[in-house]
């Protein structure tokens, strides 16, 4: 089993993240077992923020890393918040204040003009400095709802509703939103680009 250091401080996607990995014969240790602080993500993609995060925890524990970057885009909202998602509602922003603007900023928009994706960039590096980083993204179709429904996930999931049905990401089992989710599907194929490297 080879030590992989999971560059994540949010626990709503470490556990999604250790569920994922523990099946594909790696080691994953969270970055607060080596009690690192996340870093400035000022990077103006999924991609760039994902390696900053990772480059960072690699930095610091000695190990290779993986870290994802991720956010929802909303259509009419012209994308965002994208890679603001986090602190959508601000610099003390919570799920639920996150969930609050979402709702208000979207009051009177119709059901139809409501679509939004979930992306994903997942990368690993073998070291801070490794020039060749393998990264994987993918994205998860959906649209949001008018009420929060569902206890299950974290942050945008009870008003996430899963494109082709009318369930919340919040209302899924959570094996079933870690086969689809785009963070999901983005550690699967970081996996196999990870394997047909050696790793
Ligand atoms: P990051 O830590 O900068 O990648 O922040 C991503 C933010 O996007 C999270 O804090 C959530 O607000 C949102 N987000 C990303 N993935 C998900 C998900 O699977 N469910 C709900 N919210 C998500």
């Not at 790696?26 to 995060?53: H, R, T, Y």
């Not at 290779?64 to 890679?83: C, K, T």
């Not at 020039?131 to 942050?155: C, H, K, L, S």
Request: with cysteine.
């Amino acid at each position: 089993m080879r030590r992989v250091v999971i560059a994540t401080g949010n626990p709503g996607k470490l556990r999604e993240m250790l569920a994922i990995l523990g099946g594909h014969g790696l080691e994953p240790v969270a970055q607060s077992a080596f009690g690192i602080e996340p870093p400035v993500e000022d990077g103006d993609s999924f991609v760039a923020n994902a390696l900053i995060k990772a480059r960072h925890a690699a930095a610091r524990a000695g190990l290779p890393a993986i870290a994802d970057d991720s956010g929802l885009e909303v259509d009419a909202l012209d994308g965002r918040p994208g890679v603001y998602s986090a602190r959508y509602a601000g610099p003390e922003a919570d799920n639920e204040s996150n969930n609050d603007k979402l709702l208000a900023e979207l009051a009177g928009v119709p059901a139809a003009r409501r679509g939004a994706r979930y992306r994903c960039a997942m990368v690993f590096v073998q070291g801070a400095g490794d020039e060749a980083p393998i990264v994987a993204e993918a994205a998860w179709e959906g649209r949001i709802g008018f009420e929060r429904r569902g206890a299950g996930g974290f942050g945008y999931d009870p008003l996430f509703v899963v494109a082709g049905g009318d369930i919340t990401a919040g209302e899924m089992p959570e094996a079933e939103k870690n086969r689809v989710s785009h963070r999901g599907q983005a550690l699967a194929e970081l996996a196999e680009k990870m394997k047909a490297a050696g790793w």
